[in-house]
């Protein structure tokens, strides 16, 4: 091996590392640049002798902390950084009338989830039974929470 390879694969491990942080999240590319630097640098002990590997793997050392440090201060985690607001709201429906029993249509198909109407008031309805067709009498067996339990309401 030549000392343009080992520069070159140490390189590549820096640029592996910095491709991990800023762009393919998951530690997998970091691990291939950290294992190309360590060859780089076992490269250059193996080829030029301790001195110059140890030389490579101090100036290996000063470039990746220095591109870490670089790359924390850089404007390069705002220009990717997500800026948008999110500052709207859920609808808020009173649902204090609806109780346990109320009778309703469903107005979308139920599969298992859809939405029914209980007098003037439309809300988000979970089937108990499993598909519900979209204008069928419904009739609620539970509320937990937000949520609302429905089924198919036979007279």
């Not at 490579?56 to 902390?65: A, P, R």
């Not at 003037?120 to 419904?138: A, D, H, K, R, Y």
Request: glycine letters at 10%.
């Amino acid at each position: 091996m030549n000392y343009l390879v080992l520069i070159l694969l140490i390189m590549l491990g820096i640029v592996l590392m910095i491709l991990d942080f800023l762009v393919i999240p998951g530690g997998i590319v970091a691990i291939v640049g950290i294992i190309c630097m360590i060859g780089g640098v076992v490269g250059a002990f193996v080829e030029f002798g301790t001195t110059i590997g140890f030389l490579t793997l101090l100036c290996t050392t000063f470039l990746t902390i220095g591109s870490v440090v670089l790359m924390m201060r850089s404007k390069t985690w705002r220009k990717i950084q997500l800026k948008t607001k999110i500052d709207s709201k859920m609808n808020e429906i009173d649902i204090s009338h609806i109780t346990s029993g109320s009778q309703g249509i469903s107005i979308s198909r139920l599969a298992p989830m859809g939405t029914g109407i209980f007098g003037e008031t439309e809300i988000e309805v979970i089937s108990l039974q499993g598909f519900i067709n979209e204008n069928t009498p419904i009739i609620i067996k539970k509320i937990e929470g937000s949520k609302v339990y429905v089924t198919e309401f036979c007279q």
